[in-house]
């Protein structure tokens, strides 16, 4: 098996602790499992993606002595990882779904949404649906000026997948409740379908990234499936969080790559800090991305199967 994987930054800031853990991690496994690295940048949202940041990640990235294969600026045998530039790609899956009825527009305001949706815990993203505008007329339709999101017509199914680190997750997803948005009402792709798509045509086989998006896995697999692309194997690592259990966000003052640099944090004194809260070493030590490669084993990162750490 040719493995793949993909750290997928989006360039709306510096990158900060808690996108490195994800980062060294997916390094970690895949440089010890041989396998390629896509520097994926997800540029979708013009309004909070600047273009600048794409350097300051790579140096970033580099400076930590952490690799990569593929990256934005070269068309490979999967295509271009910058996702701005596979806009036609989703817009070909769009103009396919609404030919064959699989997707319906959906006119209704911010306000009504927030109404129907029964409450999500804390920090999830999902929100539900009511099914309200899957059975408008034509004519309903063609009255209506608010310019749509498009929503996917959601068939009753159970989802499964075996986490890397949290077991058997399942969901049962459902007819209407469910119907997520596959575009925006902006007209930007909405991120289940960009990411589920990328992860199936870049063949992606293993997927890293926080337990924060564990709830849209379920998603992304249906639209993985539907588009008949092979689904790749998900790892959610812990979030990192501060004493307060608040994730550290790209809003959190002083722990951006660019701010530990200015204080002379060097990269082995971070790669020690993210392998000790990983749980692979008992003292905190400085080493090497690549001294650890060599000598520690993924499999050492114990504390990998919780949904999050406190620092
Ligand atoms: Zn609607």
Request: net charge neutral; with cysteine.
């Amino acid at each position: 098996m040719n493995i793949r994987t993909r750290f997928a930054p989006s360039p709306t800031g510096y990158l900060h602790l808690g996108n490195i853990w994800v980062a060294f991690l997916n390094w970690l496994w895949t440089r010890q499992h041989k396998g390629k690295i896509v520097l994926r940048i997800e540029d979708i949202d013009e309004t909070r993606c600047h273009k600048n940041y794409i350097s300051f990640i790579k140096n970033d990235l580099e400076w930590l002595g952490i690799d990569w294969d593929e990256e934005p600026g070269t068309c490979y045998f999967y295509g271009e990882p910058l996702q701005s530039k596979r806009i036609p790609i989703y817009e070909e899956i769009k103009q396919r779904w609404q030919h064959s009825g699989e997707i319906y527009p959906c006119f209704c305001s911010r306000t009504r949404l927030h109404q129907i949706s029964s409450a999500p815990h804390k920090g999830e993203t999902i929100t539900y649906y009511d099914g309200h505008c899957r059975y408008l007329s034509q004519e309903e339709q063609k009255a209506l000026t608010k310019k749509p999101s498009w929503r996917l017509k959601v068939e009753n199914t159970s989802i499964e997948f075996n986490d890397l680190f949290h077991h058997l997750q399942s969901k049962n997803l459902e007819r209407e409740k469910d119907d997520f948005a596959i575009f925006r009402a902006d007209g930007a792709v909405a991120y289940q379908l960009a990411t589920a798509t990328d992860d199936g045509a870049m063949k992606i086989t293993h997927v890293f990234r926080g337990s924060d998006l564990l709830p849209s896995t379920f998603y992304q697999i249906y639209i993985l499936k539907k588009l008949n692309y092979t689904v790749p194997v998900y790892g959610h690592l812990p979030l990192l969080v501060d004493k307060d259990g608040i994730r550290l966000s790209k809003r959190q003052k002083g722990l951006t790559i660019q701010e530990l640099k200015q204080n002379h944090i060097s990269p082995e004194q971070i790669i020690g800090q993210l392998l000790y809260w990983a749980g692979a070493i008992s003292h905190l030590e400085p080493i090497s991305a690549q001294k650890a490669c060599n000598e520690i084993s993924f499999n050492e990162c114990k504390n990998l199967n919780h949904m999050t750490i406190s620092i």
